[in-house]
Nanobody, 122 residues
Framework: QVQLVESGGGLVQAGGSLRLSCAAS????????MGWYRQTPGKQRELVAT???????NYADSVKGRFTISRDNAKNTVYLQMNSLKPEDTAVYYC????????????????WGQGTQVTVSS
């Protein structure tokens, strides 16, 4: 079993900052990409940022220059530093990880966290 546990969400004023964390635990042989997605009511889940195992990053245009994704491979943890937050960043943020649970078979699976609410007030 693999679990992703997120923390760090909350309520913040516009212009403020929050840092999200997501720790993967359980049966883990290796982790490929990790990332953050967000979803608001009535809309599809959208990509926020991803990071590969060797540190290559990708960001949604709407968060470039304000959000920074990073990871600690030794701790199986991914972070999202969110600065200059805007009301439109309000959403439930989900952690995602592409994980190979066992050495054999060589197969990766998508795992998701339970989501953490981020609310930015104007």
């Amino acid at each position: 079993q693999v679990q992703l546990v997120e923390s760090g969400g909350g309520l913040v004023q516009a212009g403020g900052s929050l840092r999200l964390s997501c720790a993967a635990s359980g049966s883990i042989f290796s982790i490929n990409a990790m990332g953050w997605y967000r979803q608001t009511p009535g809309k599809q889940r959208e990509l926020v940022a991803t990071i590969t195992s060797d540190g290559n990053t990708n960001y949604a245009d709407s968060v470039k220059g304000r959000f920074t994704i990073s990871r600690d491979n030794a701790k199986n943890t991914v972070y999202l530093q969110m600065n200059s937050l805007k009301p439109e960043d309000t959403a439930v943020y989900y952690c995602n990880a592409v994980i190979r649970p066992h050495m054999v078979p060589l197969r990766y699976y998508d795992y998701w966290g339970q989501g953490t609410q981020v609310t930015v007030s104007s």
